[in-house]
C-alpha cells in the first residue's frame, strides 16, 4: 500500500507537526498505512503482529470481509445521516439486536453515540435527570471517558487534570494483587460514606468497570461488584455498568458483567461495537432513557453506515465463536505469558479475563512494588521493534495491556508471546535506551 506524500517527511513526522498532543497517545513510532486481518501496515510495508485491537475497537481484526461489504451497502445508498431526523433499518436493527443480546427485564430503549466517552456523559446525564439525584460513585483508577460528563466520574490518575464533578465518591478498586484495600474495606467504607457524608438518596447511580481495564487490567474480587449492586439497590441507586473495553466477547463472556453476576440498570457499549467505526451504545429502562425529548441529541449518531458495521460486528461474534474463541486463545496466551515469568522476575502477575490479558510488571516480586514507567515504555517500544504492537495501562504506568483482535489464533497469540519474551530479555540486558522511549512515556 502506498501513503500520498502530500507533504515532506514521513507520517511520524507530519504527525507530529499537525496533530494536537491533546488527542494522542504514542507508545512507538509505528505510523499505520493500512491493516490486513490482525496485523497493521506500518509506514515502508513493514507487518506487525496487533495485540491491541487499537485499544480494543478492532474485535475483527482489520478489512474484515463482513465489515467491508456491510459498510460499502450502506454507503451506497445513504439512508439520510443519522437517527435525529429519521429512522432508519440499520439503526433500528442494531438496537433490536443489542436488546435481544442484553439481559434485563421490562420494557427498555437504546440510544446511539459516538463513543464511549459520549455514551458515558448521556447515561450521566439522563440519569441524574430522570431520579432528580445529583451524585455519583465511581472507582480510583476507573477511566469512562473524555468529555466533560465522562471525565468527571473518572478516577484514572492520568485525569487528574480536570476535577472531579462536585457531590463525586471515589471508592478504591480492590486489587488482589496489591491488597491496599480489601473488598470488605471497601464495603465498609461505602457504608460508612451513606451514613456519614453521602446521603444515599442523594446518589444517582454508580458507574462500574466490571473488569478495570485502564487502571491496570484489575479483576475485582469474587463477590465484590455483587455486594456493591446489593447495596446500591437497596437505596434506588442506578447501576450503569461500562462495558466500553472489555465487553461483546473480549473477557470469554459476551458480556464481561456476567462473570460477577450482575444485573445492571444501564449498560454503556463503545469501542468493540463499531468495529473500528464511531459507534456507541447506551441500555436502559424506558422511564429513564425517555425522560425528556431532545435531550441528547447528536445530528449524525445512529448513523446507518456506523450501525451497519454494528450489526456486522454482532453477527461476526456469532458466526467466528468469538466468545468461545476470546476464552480458548486467551487460555494459551495467558498460560504463555506465566511461564514467561519463570525465565522474567520482573514479570509479577498475569490476570485477565478471555482476551483481556495484563501483565504486571514488577522490580521485586516480594514486594511487588511497580517497575518505572521507563521500563514498561522499553518493554513496548522493542516489542514494536521486533514486530508486535501492545500498550501499557494502570495507575503506575506498569502494566502491558494485551487486548488483540478476538480472531487472534493461536499460532499467533504464541508468536506474540514469543516476541515478548524477547522484548523483556532485550530490555533487562540494556538494547533500548532512556532517550529512545523518551517521547513515549505517555500517561
Ligand atoms: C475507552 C473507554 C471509554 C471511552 O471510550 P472512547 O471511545 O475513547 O470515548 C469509556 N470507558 C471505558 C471502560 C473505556 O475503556
New binding site residues.
Given amino acids: 500500500m502506498q501513503s500520498r506524500k502530500s507533504s515532506i517527511g514521513s507520517l511520524h513526522e507530519r504527525d507530529a507537526r499537525v496533530i494536537a498532543n491533546i488527542a494522542r497517545l504514542r507508545f512507538s513510532p509505528l505510523c499505520l498505512v493500512g491493516g490486513r486481518g490482525n496485523h497493521l501496515i506500518e509506514e515502508g510495508g513493514r507487518s506487525l503482529l496487533d495485540l491491541s485491537a487499537s ?2 475497537p478492532a474485535i475483527a481484526g482489520y478489512s474484515h470481509p463482513a465489515i467491508i461489504a456491510a459498510v460499502t451497502r450502506a454507503c451506497a445508498s445513504m439512508a439520510g445521516t443519522g437517527l435525529l431526523s429519521h429512522p432508519n433499518e440499520n439503526a433500528v436493527a442494531l438496537a433490536e439486536d443489542l436488546l435481544r443480546l442484553t439481559p434485563g427485564g421490562g420494557d427498555r430503549r437504546v440510544w446511539f453515540g459516538h ?4 455514551a ?1 456523559d448521556c447515561a450521566l446525564r439522563v440519569v441524574q435527570a430522570a431520579t432528580g439525584r445529583s451524585r455519583f460513585i465511581s472507582f480510583i483508577g476507573s ?4 468529555l466533560s460528563g ?1 471525565m468527571s466520574i473518572s478516577g484514572h490518575p492520568a485525569m487528574t487534570h480536570t476535577l472531579p464533578r462536585a457531590g463525586l465518591v471515589l471508592l478504591p478498586y480492590p486489587d488482589p494483587y496489591r491488597c491496599a484495600f480489601s473488598a470488605d474495606d471497601v464495603l465498609r467504607l461505602l457504608d460508612f460514606q451513606f451514613a456519614t457524608s453521602c446521603p444515599p438518596h442523594q446518589v444517582a447511580a454508580i458507574f462500574i ?1 466490571p473488569l478495570m ?2 487502571g491496570g487490567l484489575i479483576v475485582p474480587p469474587p463477590g465484590f461488584l455483587l455486594a456493591i449492586q446489593q447495596r446500591c439497590r437497596r437505596h434506588g441507586i442506578q447501576v450503569i455498568v ?1 462495558e ?2 472489555v465487553g461483546l466477547a473480549r473477557s470469554g463472556a459476551i458480556h464481561c458483567f456476567q462473570h460477577e453476576g450482575l444485573e445492571p440498570d444501564l449498560i ?1 457499549f ?2 468493540a461495537l463499531g468495529g473500528g467505526l464511531p459507534l ?1 451504545a447506551v441500555i436502559g429502562p424506558k422511564h429513564i432513557m425517555d425522560h425528556a425529548p431532545a435531550f441528547a441529541l447528536q445530528t449524525t449518531a445512529g448513523n446507518p453506515i456506523a450501525t451497519a458495521a454494528g450489526r456486522a460486528v454482532l453477527q461476526i461474534i456469532a458466526d467466528e465463536g468469538l466468545v468461545e474463541r476470546a476464552n480458548r486463545v486467551g487460555g494459551i496466551l495467558a498460560k504463555g505469558m506465566r511461564a514467561l515469568g519463570a525465565k522474567h522476575s520482573i514479570v509479577g502477575e498475569v490476570r485477565g479475563r478471555g482476551l483481556a490479558v495484563g501483565v504486571d510488571l514488577v522490580t521485586d516480586r516480594v514486594t511487588r512494588e511497580a517497575v518505572p514507567v521507563m521500563t514498561t515504555a522499553k518493554v513496548i517500544y522493542r516489542a514494536y521493534q521486533l514486530g508486535a504492537v501492545f500498550f501499557y495501562v494502570g495507575m503506575r504506568g506498569n502494566v502491558l495491556e494485551l487486548t488483540p483482535p478476538l480472531t487472534l489464533s493461536a499460532a499467533e497469540a504464541e508468536e506474540g508471546i514469543a516476541i515478548i519474551d524477547q522484548s523483556l530479555a532485550d530490555v533487562s540486558n540494556g538494547l533500548v535506551s532512556d532517550a529512545d522511549v523518551a517521547p513515549f512515556m505517555m500517561w
Avoid at 143 to 146: D, F, K, R
Wanted: glycine letters at 18%.
Fill in positions: 485499544f480494543g463513543s464511549g466517552s459520549d458515558n477511566y469512562h471517558g473524555n465522562s468497570e481495564a485502564d461500562d466500553v473495553k454503556v463503545g469501542k456507541s
